[in-house]
Nanobody, 127 residues
Framework: HLVESGGGTVPAGGSLRLSCVASGHSFYNYHLGWFRQVPGDGRVFVAGIHYNGETTWYADSVKGRFAISRDNDKNTVYLQIDKLAVEDTAIYYC??????????????????????WGQGTQVTVSS
């Protein structure tokens, strides 16, 4: 069970820190990712982190502005979002997939809707 939090309404140029906490199982052996979705579209990969915590991946549109991190002891994955833009407005979902499942290193892995998902947290950026 994954629960996201930290969303809200912020002005363009602002920052947010999203959190996703897991209950019922440990994060240690899971690749973790963040996706986002706008009405009428599917979920789109934003950021991912390897289960060992040493490798991260980002969509080109967020590189340099978003940072994913994890705290396995707290069973939590974070997404720091800086320099928010109106086009970042979306519902943000966290994803957890077991380490033997494909990670987020290529387009195929980023397209796969595998693993567990949270209920999402809304991020709205005002101009």
């Amino acid at each position: 069970h994954l629960v996201e939090s930290g969303g809200g309404t912020v002005p363009a140029g602002g920052s947010l820190r999203l959190s996703c906490v897991a209950s019922g199982h440990s994060f240690y052996n899971y690749h973790l990712g963040w996706f986002r979705q706008v009405p009428g579209d599917g979920r789109v990969f934003v950021a991912g982190i390897h289960y060992n915590g040493e490798t991260t991946w980002y969509a080109d549109s967020v590189k340099g502005r978003f940072a994913i991190s994890r705290d396995n002891d707290k069973n939590t994955v974070y997404l720091q979002i800086d320099k928010l833009a109106v086009e970042d407005t979306a519902i943000y979902y966290c994803n957890a997939r077991y380490r033997q499942v494909r990670d987020y290193s290529d387009n195929e892995g980023r397209r796969q809707a595998v693993g567990s998902w949270g209920q999402g947290t809304q991020v709205t950026v005002s101009s």
